[in-house]
């Protein structure tokens, strides 16, 4: 298949799309993962399993995803809701702000489409929290609509197999083979295929996302200002009211468990400015309340 490739590179068919796509069908449907957010007939679920998986693995998930649905089964429920019932269910997922964006976006929808989702990509861009790659996911496997999507086990796969001796691959180099690749129908199917060949690549083979230009290093979460601010949410969400002197008290014995020193006070304040600021939750007299 390199060789087929190469030569469309060179300018000869395009023979690697075929036998491209019939080992990745191949493959991928021998490792079919029969996750509860597949084949569904809800494009709001849908999104919402795209927004949870875009920096949390399957494994962490699978469960979470179904509590979601049945506390906020509908893009009206999620849009209803109080901020503190959905930070509360997020908790354990990591990256509050897809919560609050998602949130937003259901907020959205139930404003302009009738509680609806669009199918249309440039409007669904334009909600909170989804990019080009969440956008093209949710249209693939909501709507089966063809597009260029393009996340970690995807871009894996194309570089396992059509870059195998290159680092550093652009996402531009990418982008117009993923495309070539994309069939026109069941491309549901086409995507679920790639999705579980990439996760079989690299739970066998390694990461072979980390050869792409656009691959950094996750860093390390526990001490970060990312850490920090997850539990000072979390915090404010157990204890609604709490003050600026008890809210930091509270951070600092939480560092103490945890064998770090206090929070720096103009460090611990700007993360209070940062989250009241971003929506995630507001002051209330002396007190904080998401």
Not at 108 to 126: H, I, K, M, N
Not at 181 to 209: E, S
Not at 277 to 287: P, W
Request: glycine share 8%; with cysteine; net charge negative.
């Amino acid at each position: 298949m390199v060789e087929d490739f190469e030569s469309a590179q060179n300018g000869a068919s395009g023979a690697w799309v075929a036998a491209f796509r019939d080992k990745v069908r191949t493959l991928g449907g021998a490792l079919y993962r029969d996750l509860p957010w597949r084949c569904i007939d809800d494009p709001y679920g849908v999104l919402v399993s795209e927004v949870m998986l875009q920096q949390t693995q399957v494994k962490r998930v699978l469960g979470r995803w179904e509590a979601f649905m049945a506390l906020f089964p509908t893009i009206d429920a999620l849009a209803a809701a109080d901020v503190s019932a959905v930070l509360s269910q997020w908790q354990g997922l990591g990256y509050n702000r897809r919560a609050l964006a998602l949130k937003r976006t259901a907020e959205t929808c139930a404003d302009r489409f009738a509680g609806r989702l669009p199918e249309s990509y440039d409007e669904l861009v334009r909600l909170p929290g989804i990019g080009p790659a969440t956008a093209a996911g949710v249209r693939a496997f909501a709507f089966d609509q063809p597009g260029v999507y393009l996340e970690t086990n995807v871009r894996t796969v194309f570089l396992y197999e059509l870059f195998s001796d290159r680092d550093g691959v652009a996402d531009k180099e990418l982008v117009p083979l993923v495309q070539a690749a994309c069939p026109q129908t069941d491309v549901r199917g086409w995507y679920y295929a790639l999705l579980d060949y990439g996760a079989h690549l690299k739970a066998t083979v390694g990461n072979h996302a980390r050869r792409s230009a656009t691959y950094a290093r996750q860093s390390a979460f526990e001490g970060s200002r990312r850490q920090k601010r997850a539990e000072v949410v979390r915090i404010v969400l157990s204890e609604p009211g709490i003050e600026l002197e008890s809210l930091a008290a509270a951070l600092d014995r939480e560092e103490a468990a945890a064998g770090r020193s206090a929070v720096d006070r103009d460090v611990f304040e700007s993360i209070v400015a940062d989250l009241v600021r971003e929506g995630f939750f507001r002051q209330v007299g002396d007190g904080f309340v998401a």
